[in-house]
């Protein structure tokens, strides 16, 4: 069964912790960065007799630090896929790409909507931690992927949708600082847990009214599927991460096929213009004030990559 | 009706409610035949402790305090529930609220109690007791001799198992179903201070339709559920469950009333939300009554879990669910409540219950053809 670790700032120092039903027990390990930790606790540490704390009581910092390679995969799920105007029968290629580093923040916090943003948008996502170096063409299938893939976290892939699409920006639209929320958890993986992934609960809300809900077992392409894939134009090193695509229930519509027709015909300016006005009208976009909140786990509760808090707050 | 609208907000932990029960402490039924219910309920394996011509008092070996109450009535049905509470404060507040009735001398007993009423207009009772500990006193026997692959405890000893009902220790948890879900889930929350430990939503609107409400007794472990509020067509208890010591003792149960005549409903299986080795049973009503035994135990720490609401997730393994187990079928006076909800201005969503009927019919295991 997996094992979970936090990293946590307490009196201006910064160290992971083992946490067990609720309880963080700190290693002592400092400030080490994820890569480092995962060598760290490969070499199983012996935990010492360091003040046990109460989750609530430290300073929940990520735990995937920059630097980092931050490869996402979109539109993943089979119902996003069509709320994204997208056909998914149609799906014949893995879409990826790449958000910034410095959008990294802590799991409980802030998300801040930047002054020109309008169509800020929340995306929950398993997280996939690599923990060996990729620089070849290779074969993953269930029998090798847990030698790649180390720990699993979760994320807020937050976009704005109004940089994203109409500027052909996705790697802006998706970067700005606080637009990736990690963790609480890293869940290191044991020999058997990739057998317990589908059974994994996504759930996102907003003011306390789910919005997103799904299992991972709803994946168009499978963690080796996409590990596979990307070995063929992507060197990955230990402590990068792969965002494996949100489920249904995003902000973002995509205008039924007849407008999008229509809307083919219209100068491109005027088409984003038509876009973001339609967008605008819906109420789901993300406001100053919003709590965000989300969870992966198994009913059982044998993964459980813990509980993230957020709050919407504007750019001052 | 709309369709498409979104989803209702999920019932969440109160920052300051107005009191904490401490447990469940009883529930109190109308019975129209009060001799058959009495010979059921003995034989399901509570205790008696008081019977007149109006009103039968049982209790479970955990405890001399009644937790099932059978009482004469017109018709079968749930009279009203209580909880415990031990702190005189929350008391003093519950007390306050609009419409509270205060009785000092007490229900079953000396303990005093408030009355109130939940949105659905179900009678709860505050039940105020200083010594909430001491009124448990589990005559537990686990003199249980079991062996296991490395652990020998048995040798030259077989294991033998005694015919009888079941030793109920104590009354655990409640289902209610409720017209207006998330009023009365919050209600609950708000009052007493519950916290959700699992939600259910139906997979097409993500609307919540059950939750699974848990004690706040702070770092002190309690059940995973002590009332579970479910969305129905109408207002009604759905099940009650008993804690067993062990699943030894489930079987047992399930054996005695078998041979008894009486009905058994589903079982034995083990619950997903909760983990509790069940079996159901329908008492002479045809109510649903639940052995249970090693259920989950949280205390506050532990967050909220979201699941799709199906068959599947009823179970981790266990006898097929029989089909007719879920009552799905809108009987002429579950029509009648409908209707009575709608007219007096009830905030009832008729599509949720028609998606929840639809969902609940899918076949839990691949191999289930209904």
């Given at each position: 069964m997996a094992k979970n670790y936090i990293r946590f700032e307490k009196d201006h120092k910064i160290d992971w912790a083992k946490l067990e039903f609720g309880k963080a027990f700190p290693l002592?390990?400092?400030?080490?960065?994820t890569r480092e930790f995962l060598e760290f606790i490969k070499a199983k540490p012996v935990i010492q007799n360091n003040p046990i704390y109460q989750a609530q009581e430290l300073q929940i910092l990520s735990p995937i630090t920059a630097p980092c390679q931050i490869i996402c995969q979109g539109a993943n799920y089979r119902q996003h896929l069509i709320e994204s105007g997208l056909d998914p029968d149609d799906k014949t290629y893995n879409l990826f790409f790449t958000k910034s580093d410095a959008s990294l923040s802590s799991p409980i916090g802030d998300v801040i909507r930047p002054k020109?943003?309008?169509l800020l948008d929340y995306e929950i996502e398993l997280g996939l931690v690599f923990g060996k170096t990729i620089n070849n063409s290779l074969e993953i299938h269930s029998g090798n992927i847990s030698e790649y893939v180390s720990a699993l976290f979760m994320a807020n892939d937050i976009s704005a949708r109004d940089i994203q699409l109409p500027q052909l920006q996705w790697y802006k639209g998706k970067s700005y600082r606080s637009f990736l929320p990690a963790g609480p958890v890293l869940a290191i993986l044991e020999e058997g847990d990739f057998s317990l992934l589908e059974s994994l609960e996504l759930t996102l809300l907003v003011n306390d009214r789910v919005r997103q809900h799904d299992t991972?077992?709803?994946?168009?392409?499978?963690p080796a599927e996409s590990i596979q894939e990307l070995s063929r134009f992507c060197n990955i090193n230990p402590g990068d991460v792969l965002l494996t695509g949100t489920p249904s229930g995003c902000a973002l519509r995509a205008p039924g096929k007849f407008l999008q027709k229509i809307a083919a015909l219209l100068p491109e300016k005027k088409k984003w213009e038509l876009f973001i006005k339609g967008q605008l009208k819906r109420s789901d976009y993300l406001q100053p004030g919003d709590k965000i909140h989300s969870s992966i786990r198994t009913a059982d509760r044998r993964i459980d990559l813990g509980d993230q808090v957020l709050q919407v707050v504007q750019e001052s | 009706m709309k369709k498409n609208r979104p989803p209702s907000r999920c019932p969440v932990q109160a920052d300051n409610p107005l009191s904490k029960a401490k447990d469940i402490a009883y529930i109190r039924l109308g019975r129209r035949n009060l001799k058959s219910s009495s010979s059921y309920y003995l034989d399901f394996g509570l205790s008696l402790l008081e019977k007149t011509e109006e009103r039968i008092l049982f209790h479970g070996h955990g405890s001399n305090f009644p937790c099932w109450s059978i009482e004469k009535n017109k018709r079968d049905v749930l009279l009203g529930l209580g909880f415990y509470i031990s702190s005189k404060e929350e008391f003093e507040r519950l007390k306050g609220l609009e419409g509270a009735k205060f009785f000092?001398?007490?229900?079953?007993?000396d303990f005093p109690f408030v009355n109130i009423t939940d949105p659905s207009g179900l009678s709860v009772d505050a039940v105020f007791t200083e010594v909430f500990e001491e009124l448990k006193s589990p005559e537990i026997s686990l003199q249980k001799f079991w062996n296991a692959p490395g652990k020998?405890?048995?040798?030259?000893f077989p294991h033998p198992s005694q015919s009888g009902p079941a030793k109920v220790i104590r009354l655990g948890h409640a289902v209610l179903l409720k017209q207006e879900f998330l009023k009365n889930a919050q209600w609950y929350c708000d009052t007493f201070g519950f916290i959700p430990s699992d939600i259910q939503i139906l997979s097409g609107s993500k609307e919540p339709v059950i939750v699974f409400l848990r004690c706040d007794l702070g770092d002190k472990p309690t059940d995973h559920h002590t009332i579970v509020i479910a969305s129905g067509i109408d207002d009604r208890l759905e099940h009650c469950a008993f804690e067993l010591e062990d699943l030894d003792e489930v079987a047992k149960g399930r054996e005695w009333l078998l041979g008894r005549g009486w009905k058994s409903a589903w079982g034995i299986g083990r619950h997903l939300l909760g983990s509790q080795i069940f079996d159901y049973q329908r008492d002479p009503t045809g109510m649903l009554v639940e052995h249970y035994s090693d259920g989950d135990k949280f205390d506050d720490t532990v967050p909220v879990g979201y699941h799709w609401i199906n068959r599947k997730s009823l179970y981790q393994w266990g006898e097929d669910m029989p089909e007719n187990f879920l009552d799905l079928t809108l009987s002429f006076h579950k029509l009648k409540e409908l209707l009575k909800g709608i007219f007096s201005g009830k905030e009832i969503r008729m599509d949720t219950l028609l998606a929840l009927k639809k969902t609940m019919k899918i076949s839990p295991r691949n191999w289930i053809k209904y």
């Open positions: 002592g390990a400092g400030d080490l960065n020109q943003v309008q991972i077992s709803s994946l168009v392409f499978s | 000092p001398s007490g229900r079953f007993g020998t405890e048995r040798v030259n």
